[in-house]
């Protein structure tokens, strides 16, 4: 699977070049719809993408492999109610309520303030509890994005090519890149207040 | 008259340049915060799935696959780092299954006397291409496969099959199949149910309410939903070449559903692309024969002496009275049906 530039990465910030086109994508549904042990192929193709954007969910590999397991059982179980249409929107519906439901049972993230509690702590090198600190800034300003914006980021960081994120969050590719400005510029003014410097340190 | 560039506009610009030049300068005005957080961001890249863990995955999404279908786990395009083992698992599905065709293949062989471990299997054999001597039966097997040994990570795929059979093609089968998590908790539930009155055959999956019509394969052994899949493709073709690739042992005598078996130990595979053999972690079988029929009613597969699957008939009767039925079936309200029996094959 080809993880295509996304926002963050230094290479690229611009859409990258358009992922698995959608005829390939269907050919692969009406197959498992047909035979279900032909859903590997379509498992194959966005496993990747779909663990990375739980990954970013819950910062944690165990988790993220619970909520790709869910993720991918639930499709295989839902493949006789998939009407034609994107199927990473598909994907990435079925994972936002997975993630929403496995949340649930799950503690909540370290919030910003705890971030400055451990590079307060002095328990770690100094450095890596600034970097961690600024992590978990990062992290709780891209959590408090509006849902959009924050999915925007969020499958850019997972690897999600710009026409599978537009498909995932039903607009244009312009209108994803507009969101992805914004949310990038609502992050910067969060991290502000957060006490970020431009030096990074 | 345009004014100044907005702080979005602005970014929009480095946004543009950054994707041609990491190094690329900042706006005039624009807050050099962004390169940082554009920085930082990079760092919250997440990693690729373990290959460990997606091939777990994969095979247990194909023994879903396989419930759905009512077929044994076959992998038609498994991820390349899984492939070395889905083989194994191929076998224990099938092993899982086999056990009741063997069970159906009710064929009296003689007496116990004294045998070695290659006569027994070789009856066995014979047992399961003689399906004879009996009217009708009814057998429940029950299959266990952990994934730990396989590369997975602790998950139980836990099944239940039970089968009714009256000749000449009446039958149905019902699976029941659940997987389990490392912690112990059900993972997933799924169902199958397929019956034949002898003409025509339903299959039926629960899970999307969905009812499949067709008719009843003609030719002997070609229905895979039938009383004797197995037969063509599974431990048959095992016993067949065990001479060749196994070294039989017996290894003493155990009772296995209330009935008396030989144990015997097969050892792995010396020959390449059989089961596991010839990879550098073979699978290692062991069969529970019935004495008196030559059947076998229990498979236990291991690597490294690790067992993964075990197939265990937990109940057997021959030529017991079988409602009439248990050989048809009435969609449930709601269900989607689909006939295909007009179609060809």
């Not at chain 2, 915060?33 to 863990?53: K, Q, T």
């Not at chain 2, 019902?174 to 025509?200: F, H, I, P, Q, Y």
Request: aromatic share 6%; hydrophobic share 40%; glycine share 10%.
């Amino acid at each position: 699977m080809v993880q295509t530039p996304c926002v963050g990465e230094r290479t690229a910030v611009v859409d990258a070049p358009a992922g698995p086109s959608p005829p390939d994508d269907a050919a692969l549904v009406a197959a498992a719809r047909a035979d279900p042990r032909q859903f590997g192929l379509l498992y194959e193709r966005y496993v990747g993408p779909v663990y990375r954007y739980c990954y970013l969910q819950f910062g944690a590999r165990a988790a993220a492999e619970d909520a790709t397991s869910e993720v991918f059982l639930k499709a295989l179980a839902g493949l006789s109610g998939f009407r034609d249409g994107s199927v990473p929107a598909w994907l990435f519906t079925i994972a936002r309520h997975t993630v929403i439901d496995l949340r649930r049972k799950q503690r909540p993230h370290r919030s910003i303030d705890e971030g400055a509690e451990i590079a307060d702590r002095g328990a770690m090198p100094e450095r890596l509890a600034v970097d961690a600190a600024r992590r978990d800034a990062l992290r709780a300003a891209l959590a408090a994005l509006p849902a959009d914006q924050r999915a925007a980021v969020e499958l850019g960081l997972a690897g999600w090519s710009g026409e599978q994120i537009a498909g995932s969050l039903k607009r244009s590719r312009g209108a994803v890149y507009l969101l992805r400005t914004r949310a990038l510029a609502r992050l910067a003014k969060s991290l502000r207040r957060a006490g970020w410097s431009p030096e990074g340190a | 008259m345009r004014g100044q560039p907005s702080e979005e506009e602005r970014l929009s610009v480095y946004l543009a340049a950054r994707a041609r030049d990491p190094d690329a300068a900042l706006p005039d005005g624009l807050d050099p915060l962004y390169v940082a957080l554009l920085d930082g961001l990079g760092e919250l890249l997440p990693p690729e799935p373990e290959p460990r863990f997606a091939a777990g995955l994969h095979r247990r999404l194909a023994a879903e696959a396989a419930a759905l279908t009512g077929d044994r786990p076959r992998a038609l395009a498994p991820p390349r780092h899984a492939s070395r083992w889905w083989p194994v698992l191929a076998g224990v599905a099938t092993a899982a299954v086999l056990v009741v065709a063997l069970i159906g293949a009710r064929v009296w062989l003689g007496g116990e006397g004294s045998v070695s471990a290659a006569e027994i299997i070789e009856r066995a054999g014979t047992a399961t291409t003689n399906p004879s001597g009996y009217r009708n039966f009814v057998v429940t097997e029950t299959a266990e496969v952990q994934t730990a040994p396989l590369g997975g990570s602790g998950e139980q795929v836990r099944s239940e099959v039970t089968r009714w059979y009256a000749a000449p093609g009446s039958w149905r089968r019902e699976v029941t199949l659940t997987v389990v998590g490392a912690d112990g908790r059900a993972l997933s539930n799924s169902g199958l149910t397929s019956v034949s009155d002898g003409a025509t055959v339903w299959l039926y999956r629960l899970r999307d309410n969905t009812v499949v019509l067709r008719p009843l394969s003609q030719a002997p052994g070609d229905d895979e939903l039938g009383p004797f899949p197995e037969v063509t493709g599974g431990l048959s073709s095992l016993l067949e070449q065990t001479p060749t690739c196994y070294a039989p042992r017996l290894r003493g005598a155990e009772t296995v559903a209330g009935r008396a078996t030989w144990v015997v130990n097969l050892g792995a595979s010396r020959c390449p692309g059989l089961d596991g053999g010839a990879s550098d972690r073979p699978v290692a079988w062991t069969l529970w024969v019935d004495k008196d029929t030559y059947l076998i009613l229990k498979a236990v597969q291991d690597i490294d002496g690790q067992v993964f699957a075990t197939t265990t008939v937990t109940s057997v009767r021959y030529d017991v009275p079988i409602e009439a039925q248990r050989f048809t079936f009435n969609p449930p309200p709601g269900a989607r049906v689909r006939d295909f029996r007009g179609r060809a094959p």
